[in-house]
């Protein structure tokens, strides 16, 4: 079971790891998501990715101030560094994770 405790630790051993926030009720974070796990995947596969129900873990949501899915944010190094939340897209979202993720991992 997911837990507030178990994303900070998450966050303490990895040295990049995304959250992607969800619920069940939204069609366009399930349609991002496999597009998103698959960018990940093939451009950035050191980075932990993670999905998050809002509906069953709202102490994380609000812990990481998420009120709108879908939410994706990206922690480097233990900081978020990025922040999407409801309109963005799979190829901004790459764009914007390749200069750190090849300054922390080149």
């Given at each position: 079971m997911l837990s507030l405790e178990n994303t900070?630790?998450?966050l303490?051993?990895?040295s990049v790891v995304a959250f992607?926030?969800?619920t069940y009720e939204c069609n366009v974070a399930d349609a991002m998501q496999p597009k998103l796990l698959e960018m990940f995947a093939k451009e950035y596969p050191k980075i932990h990715f993670l999905e998050i129900n809002t509906y069953e873990n709202p102490d994380i949501s609000a812990h990481y101030q998420v009120f709108t899915v879908p939410t994706l944010l990206v922690f480097f190094e233990g900081k978020e560094s990025l922040r999407k939340a409801r309109n963005f897209s799979v190829a901004e979202v790459q764009k914007d994770l390749e200069?750190?993720?090849?300054?922390l991992f080149s």
């Open positions: 900070q630790t998450i303490e051993k990895e992607y926030f969800t200069r750190p993720y090849q300054l």
